[in-house]
């Protein structure tokens, strides 16, 4: 849908060009001086300058991008005019399909695109259920035995023995999963990372030994025909490619996998961590999406897909996206120049009170009843949007939902701790341990 304004545009937008209003360098000083994180600096400069707004750090100025009408423009409308120039997590992921750019991006998103559609996905979803049935049965032994867990670690579990059988065709196992661990340690790390490349991959490299170790099993596995028990998966579809295409050095395909992996495993583990400590705050969330229909109905799907979406909300898989101005542009009636670095945030987005009325509180019912959610498609873009939204949007989507299924109607948590604020990196994670015990098996 192409729109150019909508009911969710905020109002007072100039109609011509204008300077960017800017922050005071003073409120720059402060939150420096502070130690505070981005997002504190990111929410002063929109409450102070509007949907589009501007501040320096020294001489770098960046433009912060909010309002739906100009998130629309930037990621949606002209991307060819915004770009990305590079990815935090190069390191890890390589020239995967995150990070890539040009030509080289067109190809390999053609390539993946077609198995993250419905068609795609439906290859997927026995393997998902399967994994969900595992998690369920192990939540089952651990309820029976008194048990604690960390949430975090067992949703990580969950998505990444969704997206191995995906890729693979095998179920995740302990060693497997053990060494897979480093993925998330190099993405935790990156935002500490030195510099200078060089010591940035020296200050890791023994996890990305690990990784490479994994990921050059699994491809030469794929390579020799070796089909999971469900059959081949989404590595055989890029170990394919290398006949027609040989970009697709075994490199690359480890690039892909890997990124496959990080971007098909923590943010989906996120997500589902955030849903369970926003239900422990608000247990009655939960009770309203049991109560909608049947089990298996399309009613009680609806109402937990809002629970996974109304998180996302709160805390969207892309909660940042940088981007670069090639050209001169007008956006939403203020001037950008070539060069510029902007900065779309859908968290602040998310948040906005007149596109999301009480934005903290978590009312999954926004999207379940008329005109409870913005319309204008720039409001909600939790996984972006345009032509780099994220690929694995559905597939994310779907997981969820399935787990949720298995899950919600038998177990309820009682968490021991749960952190007190959120961490910004590459994904907003909850910063400390999501302990809990499970109640019996509900009969």
């Known amino acids: 849908m192409d729109v150019e304004a909508g009911p969710g545009s905020l109002p007072g937008l100039p109609e011509t060009g204008q300077p960017v209003p800017e922050a005071e360098p003073a409120l720059v000083e402060r939150w420096r001086s502070a ?75 053609r390539l993946l695109q077609p198995q993250f559609t419905g068609t795609g996905m439906r290859r997927y979803e026995q393997r ?33 023995d969704a997206i191995w059988r995906s890729l693979t065709g095998h179920a995740l196992d302990d060693g497997t999963e053990r060494e897979l661990a480093a993925v ?43 089909a999971g028990p469900d059959g081949p998966g989404l590595l055989h579809v890029l170990v394919d490619a290398a006949a027609a295409h040989p970009q697709y050095t075994d490199r690359l395909i480890r690039d892909e996998l890997v990124t496959l992996l990080a971007a098909g495993h923590e943010t989906t583990a996120t997500t589902l ?11 009655g969330a939960r009770e309203q999406a049991l109560t909608a229909g049947g089990e298996g109905s399309a009613q009680r799907r609806q109402a937990v897909q809002a629970l996974v979406h109304e998180t996302l909300r709160l ?10 101005a090639t050209e001169d542009d007008i956006l939403a009636g203020y001037t950008v120049t070539a060069g510029t670095d902007l900065l779309v945030c859908p968290y602040l987005t998310h948040r906005v009170p007149e596109l999301w009325p009480d934005p903290e509180q978590f009312a999954p019912r926004r999207f379940l009843v008329p005109d409870g959610r913005p319309a204008h498609p720039g409001a909600y873009v939790p996984f972006g949007i345009g032509p780099r939204a994220c690929l694995g949007a559905q597939f994310a989507l779907r997981e969820s939902t399935i787990l949720l299924e298995h899950l919600l109607p038998v ?13 910004y990196g590459i994904t907003v994670r909850p910063d400390g341990p999501a302990t809990a015990s499970l109640a019996p098996p509900l009969t």
Do not use: N
């Open 273 to 283: 961590t955030w849903l369970y400590l926003l239900l422990d705050r608000c247990p």
């Open 35 to 109: 130690g505070g994180e981005l997002v504190e600096l990111l929410s002063q400069v929109r409450e102070r300058c509007g949907g589009v707004g501007a501040f320096r750090q020294g001489t770098a100025r960046t433009v912060l991008v909010t309002d739906p009408q100009a998130v629309q423009h930037v990621l949606a409308r002209h991307p060819e005019r915004y770009v990305k120039r590079s990815h935090r997590a190069r390191l890890l992921i390589g020239d995967g399909v995150l990070a890539a750019t040009g030509a080289a991006w067109k190809r390999q998103r």
């Open 315 to 324: 805390y969207p898989a892309a909660w940042i996206l940088p981007r670069h």
């Open 411 to 423: 177990h309820t948590l009682s968490f021991h701790s749960t952190p007190v604020k959120a961490q």
């Open 184 to 226: 998330t340690a190099v993405a935790a790390a990156l935002p500490t990372l030195p510099a200078d490349a060089t010591d940035a991959e020296e200050a890791v490299a023994a996890d990305l030994a690990r990784i490479d170790a994994v990921a050059r099993h699994a491809i030469d596995t794929a390579r020799a025909g070796t």
């Open 128 to 160: 998902i259920t399967e994994a969900a049935r595992t998690t369920a049965a192990r939540w089952e032994g651990y309820a029976r035995r008194g048990q604690t867990l960390d949430v975090m670690r067992e949703m990580r579990r969950f998505a990444l």
